[in-house]
């Protein structure tokens, strides 16, 4: 069954340093997303990304943060200079089509730990 | 009011009990409805999405009350596996690319 894969699945760094969470969302999937979740609280809508531009993105999804399709296949998530509080488990997800009931599916996340 | 909030947990309860979880959202014009479940450090997966007549999937129905803006879901004969923490989710009004989670109420079902 095809999925979302994300690596790395747990990524350590120091504050104020760039990270990329990677992801390579399913094959003829043509909407994707990203979301946070802060350990113990909900999952939080960041961005979604469609026909290689940021259709809507959160008020969490500030100047620090940018998104990427270099190549067709992968999907990024950049955080320019990391702060304390960015410190989440970060999920991407891609759905098929358009319409409010097209399933999202989600890969595993990434652990981000911010030192 | 929080856009979309649910019991906030646990519930524990005995294997082969009927659970039943509230959820209500603050936009009236919201339309769409789903419910996820959550297994601990892992993603989130759908379980159902939510129609307004009301759905049933084996051991699992849901249902949509859009005068009250209350969604609910109801697991009969609770298995061991049940455990997890289940998300209402909703799509924001003219934002179908965008769905809203409650925090989750967590189930642990008690052998």
């Known amino acids: 069954e095809p999925e979302v894969t994300q690596t790395p699945s747990h990524q350590v760094t120091q504050m104020g340093q760039e990270v990329i969470l990677r992801c390579v969302p399913i094959?003829?999937?043509?909407?994707f997303y990203w979301y946070r979740q802060i350990l113990g609280q909900k999952v939080e809508f960041l961005v979604s990304?469609?026909?290689?531009?940021?259709?809507?993105k959160s008020e969490i999804f500030d100047d620090q943060f940018s998104v990427e399709r270099p190549d067709g296949s992968n999907f990024t998530l950049k955080i320019r200079s990391t702060k304390l509080e960015d410190s989440a488990m970060y999920f991407c997800?891609?759905?098929?089509?358009?319409?409010?009931?097209?399933?999202?599916?989600f890969g595993p996340g990434t652990r981000l730990t911010v030192l | 009011r929080k856009e979309v909030e649910q019991d906030p947990g646990p519930f524990n309860v005995p294997e082969g009990a009927t659970v039943a979880f509230n959820c209500t959202y603050s936009?009236?014009?919201?339309?769409?409805f789903f419910w996820y479940r959550q297994d601990c450090r892992k993603e989130p997966k759908l379980l159902m999405s939510?129609?307004?007549s009301g759905n049933e999937d084996g051991r699992f129905t849901a249902q949509l009350n859009r005068a009250s803006q209350y969604i609910s879901l109801l697991i009969r004969d609770s298995k061991l596996s049940d455990s997890a923490t289940y998300l209402c989710?909703?799509?924001?009004?003219?934002?179908?690319?965008?769905?809203?989670f409650g925090k989750g109420t967590r189930l642990h079902i008690l052998p």
């Open positions: 997800a891609s759905k098929q089509g358009s319409g409010s009931h097209n399933e999202q599916f």
């Open positions: 094959s003829n999937h043509l909407y």
């Open positions: 990304f469609y026909n290689n531009e940021i259709s809507e």
């Open positions: 936009n009236s014009a919201s339309q769409s």
């Open positions: 939510v129609y307004s």
């Open positions: 989710v909703v799509n924001r009004v003219n934002r179908d690319d965008k769905i809203i």
